[in-house]
């Protein structure tokens, strides 16, 4: 008798730990499984599509030197403004940027049928807007080379082309601030 009380209290917490190793197997196991299953909160780029879910981080990550006044994605169509604040305005800014956001809604994204770009000054004591450049996009007229050759430009009046593949609205604020106009 001495024996098996002896064997019993050996083999109880033995027993003991292995059911529980078993158990937390099961449980670690199940727990992996629903992490395979889940999805990220934050992994903006992730997808070559924009969305209003990743709209803000897309626009964050663009490498723009101008600041977003307002963005919106609607239907397949991007609406951007850019607020022009420096003084004096330099056309190489303007034509960086409106590079980076024709590369980024026709390149990088999948999704965008459209872009609506302006560049508005902002007054900084009334804080009154005024359009000085407007872009109108769209994917099915869109021409790669249009941008490499807005790339090339630097000071230069924008090209009779790229007015017309890009749908460019140049104001007279433009026109006085720059003293340029559409190459012939």
Do not use: C
Request: net charge negative; no cysteine.
């Amino acid at each position: 008798m001495k024996y098996s009380v002896r064997t019993w209290f050996f083999w109880v917490p033995v027993m003991g730990t292995f059911l529980i190793f078993v158990f937390l197997s099961a449980i670690h196991s199940i727990s992996n499984t629903e992490e395979r299953n889940s999805t990220a909160v934050y992994n903006p780029f992730t997808s070559g599509n924009l969305s209003d879910d990743n709209l803000v981080d897309r626009l964050r990550a663009l490498p723009l030197g101008l600041k977003i006044g307002t963005a919106d994605w609607n239907n397949g169509a991007l609406y951007l403004d850019l607020k022009v604040t420096e003084n004096p305005l330099r056309v190489e800014a303007v034509k960086k940027d409106l590079a980076a956001v024709l590369s980024f809604s026709f390149e990088d994204v999948d999704n965008v049928n459209r872009l609506f770009l302006r560049f508005e000054a902002v007054d900084p004591w009334s804080g009154s807007r005024y359009l000085i450049l407007a872009a109108n996009v769209r994917k099915n007229e869109w021409d790669h080379t249009l941008l490499e050759e807005l790339k090339q430009t630097k000071n230069e009046p924008f090209s009779e082309r790229l007015v017309e593949g890009l749908h460019l609205t140049l104001t007279n604020l433009w026109k006085m601030q720059f003293n340029i106009s559409p190459a012939g």
